[in-house]
Structures are given as C-alpha cells and as structure tokens.
Antibody, heavy 120, light 107 residues
C-alpha cells in the first residue's frame, strides 16, 4: 500500500525558511508519477504549491516561484519542500501527494498533513 | 488562475438524505473537475475525476455531473462516514486550483 508521511518543524519564525520532508513507502518515487506539495490554510482554502517529477524536474505555482524549492533524495525515497522568507500568511497544514495528469494535477494518494505555524 | 467557488460552505444533513454540493468555475473547464473528501482526522482521498468518474473503491452512492462552468457532487443516501469536508479542484488550466470546501455535517 502506498503511504506518504510528512515531517518537519511545527513552528517557524517569520523571514526564515520552512523545510518539510515527505517519506514515501510502497512505491518508488523514480518509478513514475509526480510528487506534489499542497497546503490548506486556516479557513480551508487549499493551494497547490508544486511538484517534482519522477525524473527530477520541477514545476511550481507561479505565486510561489521565487520562494519555493522541491528536491528529492532517491536513496531514501523522500522528497522535500523548502519555502523561503515565510510570513504569517504561510501558516497552514502542508500535505504531500502523488500526482499525475497533463499538468500533474490529479492527486490520488495524500499524506496526513503537518501543521506549520509561522510566528515569532 | 481559475477561481473555483463551492456552495454551500456548510451543509447540515441527516443520515439517509440525498445531498448535492455545487462547484462553479470562473471560466469553462471542459469537464476537468475532480472531487476530494477530507475526513475529520485530516485524511484526504480522491472521490471523482473528470466530472463523473468514480475513483477505485469509492461507493456508488457518490456521483458527479456538470459541464462548462457548473459542476456538482451528489451523495444519494448519506452514511455516517460521509460527514466530512468536500473540495472540488480543476485541472483544466495551470495552476490547478481548489474550491473553498463544503463541510457536510450531521443535522
């Protein structure tokens, strides 16, 4: 069974970087599909942030393009999110998900989510 | 970006009731509309893709319809496990965008 699990700090200070890990079991991230990050804000709005493909290429939401980086460690079957220069508006629950489709925009497996608060 | 508007934002309903959740896109999305369910424990799973196709394992009481800018998710007879949040999402245009969610709660 495919499982995704997010991990990382639950509290980040403003202007610092947010770094999260998604650990995947039951499927090798280089075998196919793409691997996305999505976040859900307080108040329930959801935003797709970006993905890393099975070949290692990336694609990001233009709204985040200057602040976001998604990378991977294939030896550990993990992929990572880094979001720079965070503000309180980046407070959200962050999800990793497996994705596919024309723009890698259908999400068939999701992690449980990790809540991140940006606060001094 | 295409804006997705769901209604209602909250929907009180009873067990066995038939309910419909609506989703409207700010422009035509040619049936490229998906639905997801988020349980109270945070778990998210896909329900329907391309307007009306059930994801594997999803009960047949769930159905989807629509065209152009207007889409809907219907649950024919509510079961206890259906009380959750529901989101629509378009994948017609980059970047993919989500509706604001509908909370289906027990009346």
């Amino acid at each position: 069974e495919i499982q995704l699990q997010e991990s990382g700090p639950g509290l980040v200070k403003p202007s610092q970087s947010l770094s999260l890990t998604c650990s995947v079991t039951g499927y090798t991230i280089t075998s196919g599909y793409d691997w996305s990050w999505i976040r859900k804000f307080p108040g329930n709005k959801m935003e797709w942030m970006g993905y890393i493909s099975n070949s290692g290429s990336t694609n990001y939401n233009p709204s985040l393009k200057i602040r976001i980086s998604i990378t991977r460690d294939t030896s550990k079957n993990q992929f990572f999110l880094q979001l720079n220069s965070v503000t309180t508006e980046d407070t959200a629950t962050y999800y990793c998900a497996r994705s596919y489709g024309y723009n890698s925009d259908y999400f068939d497996y999701w992690g449980q989510g990790v809540m991140v608060t940006v606060s001094s | 970006d295409i804006q997705m508007t769901q209604s209602p934002s909250s929907l009180p309903a009873s067990l066995g009731e038939r309910v419909t959740i609506s989703c409207r896109a700010s422009q035509g999305i040619s049936n490229n509309l998906n639905w997801y369910q988020q349980k109270p424990d945070g778990t998210i799973k896909p329900l329907i893709y391309y307007t009306s196709n059930l994801q594997s394992g999803v009960p047949s009481r769930f159905s989807g319809s629509g065209s152009g800018t207007d889409y809907s998710l219907t649950i024919s007879s509510l079961e206890p496990e259906d009380f959750a949040m529901y989101y629509c999402q378009q994948d017609a245009s980059f970047p993919p965008t989500f509706g604001g969610g509908t909370k289906l709660e027990l009346k």
